[in-house]
């Protein structure tokens, strides 16, 4: 059976390649021996021009000066033409030496005084002189008795200034032609030399480029192309892709989401698309790790960093905002049940208490005991409900009262305390104060006199909240540092991050435009102070007396 082929490669065919490598390499190798052949072509198409007005030149300088020998003008005018005559043997001393053809001396009447061919002094020569009898100097390619040549012909001047003659000198034109095939071999070599480096050039670029595409064909990699923008834009995880400079390369749908950018971002530097932060360095790598947490508004991001060869990296992002909120409800929800197995153990001491009394028949004590016991409970309650009029606040407030006794931790609302019922973001707040409460209850569990005294008051439509707890405080040079993510000095709970509560409550408190900031109390402990601007509707916004309040069913929901 045959084998089946790669994906993406069908059967071999003669003709065109199909890989990237290959028909780069044959497309250089095309324009180069193209280049070559023009270059060469445009060298030797005015070469054979250039020599023939060469040999016209030589022969025009020859000419010019045997014309100017007085010996030959006298010559000529006081004796016959013959083959041993003076005016033949000048000639022929001039041709031996500048290796003309023929050097020819005539009359006004074109009669020869020389020639290379004895026979023909005293003939009439066979082209026509007359420019050069009219007193005209000539350059040309003709024919004549001794076939083809390169022709200079000067007119030939007497004493008076007056034509007597004219000079004509001829070079051979065999000779031009053998000049010019002698300068083809050369040219071609260098031509071919050229070649030579043009196409191991070439060949060498290629290989770059077989090496850089993976020797993918071009089918291969608009596929590739193809499905890496589906995959990109189709997973549900944020991808962003960095440069060696640190630019935005690539953003897909679901980082965009995340990030709150939008496609301009692509190509600019990523601290000028997100600003300075935890999550620009965590992009950036200054911050190295797996599974790293970041905060982008209000939403909790896991970041994963891969480098790339050419100094960029990948960064893959995964939304963790309803995950970190269900870890954060499951430790409540632990904590909630430590406490609801502690306060059943004092329930039944308690039973068993009444139960004693009633047997002993002491049953004045016994509704004394009951009466005591609730009364507590109901007062702790109606003291937070009178000053913290937002139900789900107070609902807050009244279930980590319990949770905080169960830890050994007095939890008390600070003198002026008061929230009238008109907070524009309830759940908003409640996850402000939850979060300060919960880390002030594990900073004073254990101290002596451990408390929390939490503080309420508004400034008009600002809501100012203040968390003071007995624990160890926090240290002056870690003011700043507490409220980015990942700060903690908590042991890692069942969800497995620390280091995003400060970090939330500085966020919320930011998108509200106020302020959150942590100072030392006096006494020892720590004091957070959390500003919220507008965080009250005006009081024209409160609803009709007997309308229903629209967070009671959420306070239910929240008891239950």
């Given at each position: 059976m045959n084998a089946p082929l790669p994906p993406g490669r069908g059967p071999r065919r003669f003709g065109w390649p199909q890989r990237v490598f290959s028909q780069v390499l044959l497309m250089q190798l095309a324009i180069i021996t193209g280049v070559t052949i023009l270059v060469t072509g445009l060298f030797l198409a005015p070469l054979s021009e250039q020599l023939d007005d060469q040999a016209m030149r030589r022969a025009l300088a020859i000419a010019q000066s045997t014309a100017a020998d007085p010996d030959i003008v006298e010559n000529l005018s006081s004796t016959d033409p013959s083959d041993g005559g003076p005016v033949q043997s000048a000639?022929?001393?001039?041709?031996?030496?500048?290796?003309?053809?023929?050097?020819?001396?005539?009359?006004?009447?074109?009669?020869?005084?020389?020639?290379p061919d004895t026979d023909r002094i005293g003939a009439v020569v066979?082209?026509?002189?007359?420019?050069?009898?009219?007193?005209?100097?000539?350059?040309?390619i003709d024919s004549g008795t001794l076939g083809r040549s390169a022709r200079g012909k000067v007119p030939l001047f007497g004493p008076s200034g007056e034509v007597i003659g004219a000079v004509s000198v001829g070079i051979a034109y065999d000779s031009v032609r053998a000049r010019l095939l002698a300068a083809i071999p050369g040219l071609l070599a260098y031509a071919g030399g050229a070649l030579a480096v043009g196409a191991l050039a070439a060949y060498l670029i290629s290989r770059r480029l077989q090496r850089q595409t993976h020797d993918l064909a071009f089918s291969d990699i608009s596929a590739l192309l193809t499905e890496r923008e589906a995959m990109l834009h189709g997973i549900r995880e944020?991808?962003?892709?960095l440069d060696g400079a640190?630019?935005?390369?690539?953003?897909?749908?679901?980082a965009q989401r995340l990030l709150g950018l939008g496609p301009e971002a692509a190509g600019r530097p990523l601290?000028?698309?997100?600003?300075?932060?935890?999550?620009?360095?965590?992009?950036?790598?200054?911050?190295?790790g797996d599974d790293l947490l970041a905060v982008r508004g209000s939403r909790v991001l896991l970041a994963n960093r891969m480098p790339t060869d050419d100094g960029g990296a990948v960064v893959t992002l995964r939304d963790r905002t309803e995950l970190e909120h269900l870890g954060r409800e499951l430790d409540s929800t632990t904590g909630l049940i430590d406490a609801l197995r502690a306060q059943d153990h004092e329930h039944a001491n308690r039973l068993h208490t009444l139960l004693g009394l009633l047997?002993?028949?002491?049953?004045?004590?016994?509704?004394?005991?009951?009466?005591?016991v609730v009364g507590v409970h109901r007062a702790t309650a109606e003291q937070v409900t009178e000053k913290v009029q937002d139900p789900l606040l107070a609902a807050l407030l009244v279930g980590k009262t319990t949770v905080a006794a169960e830890r050994g931790v007095s939890l008390r609302l600070a003198p002026g305390t008061l929230l009238p019922d008109r907070v524009v973001d309830p759940r908003g707040l409640v996850t402000v104060v939850g979060n300060l409460v919960d880390n002030a209850t594990d900073a004073a569990a254990g101290s002596e006199g451990a408390r929390i005294e939490v503080g309420l008051r508004t400034e008009g439509r600002t809501v100012v909240l203040d968390v003071r707890d007995s624990g160890p405080g926090v240290p002056h040079d870690q003011h700043a540092s507490i409220f980015t993510e990942g700060w903690s000095t908590k042991d890692v709970p069942a969800h497995g991050k620390r280091g995003?509560?400060?970090?939330?409550?500085?966020?919320?408190?930011?998108?509200?435009g106020g302020s959150v900031t942590v100072s030392g109390a006096d006494g020892g402990g720590a004091v957070f102070t959390v500003v919220l601007p507008e965080a009250l509707a005006a009081p024209s916004a409160e609803p009709p007396a007997?309308?229903?309040?629209p967070t009671h069913p959420a306070t239910t929901g929240e008891q239950r």
């Open positions: 000639a022929e001393r001039v041709r031996g030496a500048t290796g003309a053809e023929y050097v020819v001396v005539m009359n006004r009447r074109g009669v020869r005084w020389s020639h066979s082209t026509d002189p007359g420019e050069a009898l009219r007193g005209q100097e000539v350059m040309e944020g991808v962003v892709a640190g630019r935005v390369r690539l953003l897909n749908d679901e601290e000028e698309v997100l600003g300075d932060g935890r999550t620009t360095d965590v992009l950036a790598g200054r911050v190295v047997e002993l028949e002491m049953h004045e004590d016994a509704m004394e005991f009951v009466t005591e995003l509560g400060l970090a939330l409550v500085r966020r919320l408190a930011e998108r509200q007997g309308a229903p309040h």
